[in-house]
């Protein structure tokens, strides 16, 4: 890799080479969803707590203020809503120079592998992975299911990972399965959770942060699942104690607990 991909990773994965990024661009599909009505009051509080945002460009530019100095992994996929009757319909929204304009530390491509629009999905992973060869900026892809959630089990998201990697991905985000280390096992780049929609017990965040973690993850790159808890700060606070300090499950939920009250 050149100087300039190497730097923007290292901008994202800290010096033990792990992550919590914090995924914020979950409006380029749904909308206002809950508790991300107003972004910038929601994404503020929790900047101190992340490694990095992932985030679309629109919300970047009008909700984040610059003095903030971290890394943003900028949403370069999308043309759908969740209205429409296909999730993975999507195409290249975002373009290399508007990137670097915004001082991008990555562009993130959702694919959508076993769907209808998996070649397109894959050629548009192939051709960001080419324009940001020439810019010096990583690709994180996302395995996205769409709204088969059902296929989120170890041969499916192996097979996902593996295709992006495959195809130039630097960074995977994929979901958390049984048997998740085969996952991370079989894919040659770094490999982060994504949370997935909104769980009902904190504590059952906290277990598969740790149990991905333990199991080969770099980290995390979760969103609803932090911010639309009641208690934003303390579930990010316990994730990174797991991620960076090599916390134990139980620990963290004591973590958590302690700054909930």
Known sequence: MDWGIKNRLQRIFKEDGKTVMLAVDHGYFLGPVSRMEEPRKTIEPLITYADSLMITRGVLRNCIE????????????????????????????????????????????????????????????????????????????????????????????????????ELGAHIVKTYFCENFQEVVKSCPVPVVIAGGPKLKNELDVLRIAYEAVSQGAKGVDMGRNIWQSRWPVAVISAIRSIVHENASYKKACNMFNDLRK
């Open 66 to 165: 610059p003095r903030f100095n971290i890394p943003v992994v900028l949403r370069a996929s999308g043309g759908n809503s969740i209205l429409g009757k296909d999730l993975s319909n999507e195409g290249i929204t975002l373009s290399f120079e508007d990137a670097v304009r915004l001082n991008a530390s990555a562009v993130a491509l959702s694919i959508y592998v076993g769907t209808d629009h998996e070649h397109q999905t894959l050629v548009n992973l192939s051709k960001l992975v080419d324009e940001g060869q020439k810019y010096g900026i990583p690709v994180l892809a996302v395995t996205a299911v769409g709204k088969e959630l059902g296929k989120r089990d170890a041969h499916y998201l192996s097979l996902s990972s593996r295709i992006a990697a």
